[in-house]
């Protein structure tokens, strides 16, 4: 995004998307989910090993050869063996039925997707702190302008002054009344970039911008904003919610923790072969084959594996019983979080409809108050109405002004919180 070019909602969404760390973890969540798939996946898979050894055997045991086998009469001890062993061969495995494996590959699936949920929980979290941020700078950013024009009119006002008191129309003390209350809105309007450079930098931070990166509002979108009621047929549908689609993909995966456990009550099965290529010699083993010391020789087997657990002490049914308490909890946390939705929704209707009534208010109350300073400026020019007057006519304008912009802001956060609350963050993108 170039620098000279405004930054929308949109654009400004779509970049923190892309480079807040919170954003870039959850799609790293999400790649992580796949390689443990294929980590569960290779559990149903055939393990293939190689194998290789070669000992050395300073001292052979000994063994008691019966006094009817010894030649002397009489038991005696024999060394059997030879000093040196090399092995070398590999080994494979086929799990032919374990349950573990399998709910295994149910729960890996399911974990998928909930990393791909919580992937859009975090970016609709990310995209609602950009809307909020963006809009509370928009909004001072109009503060700044509203100030800007007022510091322009009142310079105009003390420039005609001055020249009415060099000339003898005016007095001095109108000329520093004008003159404090042009100060007074220049103070105003410090205190209001201050302000706004807070927010310019939260807003970066949401973002995931650098601070230094400097960036250029689109200020016409805070009078495109058309306040729409919330009605009270509008309902939400806590189904929609990522929050609770989260939670619910997290329901299944215990159950399938749960069924996992279980699998310790079944039996399992597998297949194994080995093969390895030997020699046993008194010499070294690579060394040349002799009568004393013969050559390498081959070894295979294939084994059918069968394991049936018959008593844990009561283990698996302990586990089995804590991951249905897990269960229930986690219920618990969907009935609550359902509530909080519900509720959410029902406070954000309201304030969204008091933000539409404080808007028509505040607009209404700026027309007045622009009306105001008109005619107490036009009396002023004809000599009918007092400095005073005028100045106060100018502060209570500039009141109204921000008022409504205030009131504005507060109908665009409201805003925010219903989409929000009704799933429909990601239209922010449209």
Known sequence: MAQTEPLTLKSALQYALQNYAKAR????????????????????????????????????????????????????????????????????????????????????????????????????????????????????????????SNIQTTTAMQTVIQGQFNSGLAKRIDLDRVTVNLNNLESQRRQQINEASLKENQLKFYMGMPLQKPVAIAMEQLQLLQPQAVSVQDSVSVANRSDYQVLKKQEELLKLQKKAVAAAYYPTLSLSGNYSYQRFSNQFPFSKATASSPGWF????????????????????????????????????????????????????????????TINSQESNQKLAQSVFNDTQNNYHLGLAPLTDLLDARNQLTEAQNNYTNALLDYKLAQIQLITSKGELQNLLK
């Open 298 to 357: 081959d070894v295979a087997s294939v084994g059918l594996n069968l394991k049936v657990p018959i008593f844990t002490g009561g283990a698996t049914r302990a586990k089995v019983k804590q991951a249905e308490v897990d269960i229930k909890k986690l219920h618990e946390d969907i009935i609550d979080l359902s509530l909080n939705l519900q509720l959410a929704f029902e406070n954000v209707r309201s304030q969204v409809n008091n933000a539409i009534l």
């Open 25 to 148: 973890k959850a799609r790293l969540d999400v790649e992580n989910s796949e390689y443990k798939i294929s980590e569960t996946r290779a559990k149903a898979l055939p393990q293939i090993n190689g194998t290789g050894s070669v000992t050395y055997n300073p001292l052979l045991q000994l063994s008691a050869l019966p006094a009817e086998l010894s030649p002397t009469g009489t038991s005696t001890l024999i060394a059997f063996g030879q000093k040196w062993n090399a092995n070398f061969g590999v080994s494979a495995t086929q799990t032919l039925f374990d349950q573990s494996v399998f709910t295994g590959l149910k729960a890996a699936a399911a974990s998928r997707m909930y990393y791909q949920l919580v992937q859009q929980q975090t970016e609709e979290q990310v995209m609602q702190q950009v809307a909020t941020a963006y809009y509370q700078l928009l909004v001072q950013k109009q503060k700044i302008a509203v100030a800007d």
